[in-house]
């Protein structure tokens, strides 16, 4: 009944977009290509695979017992962690899905404190995902007459499709997590094994070829609409989790490339949208020369080099941020209807299960 109740009142609200944040080192590409390079440890990444700034801190749950460390995905959360989540969801629908407010963060304090299982252990985590939560990655310049939120293309891709000075307004985010060794495509016939994505960070490569059986495909999509023309289209983010072999829920993971195509496929949509992303590259200044070469050397990044004959354009990320202690995110709750995490700096994600005729 709440999850239906919570249903209703998301899509009687169009901004769905949030920030999935998780912890790293680096500026990632987009980064490089404004107006930064470098960043202290402990900054997040968001939904678009894209390291960013993080909002206040969040407490992390406190440390575990060992009885809490050995219960498995055989026991559902408590009566009390159900009775809390009710709890939280009203306290973030009351401050309007804004998951950085004092009232949000302690309703998530306490719920947090009554979840006593290890997610990693959890097949809930596979799945489709639809995030509730509101935008909070950088560059937000408000929000449209329908209340979605406003970004520049250059701000959603971090200068990764052009053209990037596109006021675009997004409609919703999905997530969709699924183990590899699930789909036989995934699985090499002559070993067995599941067989690993040409980009891994340095730090997991060891770790993944002795063992790849927990490895996870990652798509972040992001629903937008051209605010010019009407042209729809979805942001597609490619990417890959692993669970923290030593750590109680926690999952690393990493992003390696994208694509943007056209949500609707008639030809006098196609058209407009080739009229939009059809366009030549820009012509860079020498500022912007220079981190763009340094997003290529550091991040191994290769922005779009214009539209394909099916009309998507796609870029790739050849040396992903990533790693145990780089890239992650914490599980703070997981049922089979929802999902809570927090990056190691506080960034607080809330994602709802999709029902089978709404994924794409």
């Not at 060992?66 to 401050?95: C, H, N, Q, V, W």
């Not at 063992?211 to 990652?218: I, K, M, N, P």
């Not at 790693?323 to 209807?337: E, P």
Request: glycine fraction near 6%.
């Amino acid at each position: 009944m709440l999850h239906q109740q919570h249903s209703n009142m998301y899509e009687r609200s169009s901004t769905m977009a949030t920030a999935l944040m998780l912890s790293a080192k680096l500026f990632a590409v987009g980064a490089f290509i404004s107006s930064h390079a470098l960043r202290k440890p402990g900054t997040d990444l968001d939904f678009r695979g894209t390291i960013v700034f993080d909002v206040e801190s969040f407490p992390i749950v406190a440390p575990r017992t060992k009885e809490d460390d050995i219960r498995t995905k055989t026991t559902g959360p408590s009566k009390k962690s159900i009775e809390l989540k009710e709890a939280f969801y009203e306290a973030l629908m009351a401050e309007d899905r804004h998951s950085n407010t004092a009232p949000v963060k302690q309703a998530l304090d306490e719920l947090s404190k009554s979840y006593k299982l290890d997610a990693r252990t959890s097949e809930y985590n596979d799945g489709d995902w639809m995030l509730e939560t509101r935008p909070t990655f950088p560059g937000l310049l408000g929000y449209n007459e329908d209340g979605d939120a406003l970004f520049t293309m250059g701000k959603l891709t971090y200068n990764m499709i052009y053209p990037t000075n596109l006021m675009c307004s997004v409609q919703k985010m999905t997530q969709h997590i699924h183990k590899m060794n699930k789909d036989p495509q995934n699985i090499d016939p002559r070993t067995g094994r599941v067989m690993l994505p040409p980009y891994i960070p340095k730090s997991l490569q060891h770790e993944l070829l002795q063992d790849a059986s927990q490895l996870r495909s990652v798509r972040n999509d992001v629903h937008f609409t051209v605010e010019e023309n009407g042209v729809q289209g979805v942001l597609q983010m490619d990417g890959f989790t692993i669970p923290n072999p030593n750590e109680v829920n926690k999952y690393s993971i990493w992003f390696t490339g994208g694509r943007c195509y056209s949500l609707n496929n008639d030809k006098s949509e196609i058209k407009n949208w080739r009229s939009v992303f059809g366009t030549d590259q820009p012509k860079f200044n020498k500022l912007e020369q220079v981190q763009l070469w340094m997003a290529k050397r550091l991040m191994g990044a290769e922005p779009s080099k214009g539209i394909q004959r099916d009309g998507s354009l796609t870029y790739v990320m050849k040396k992903p941020v990533g790693g145990h202690r780089q890239a992650y995110q914490q599980v703070l709750y997981l049922d089979d209807k929802i999902r809570v995490t927090v990056g190691n700096k506080g960034t607080i994600v809330v994602v709802s299960r999709m029902d089978e005729e709404d994924v794409l």
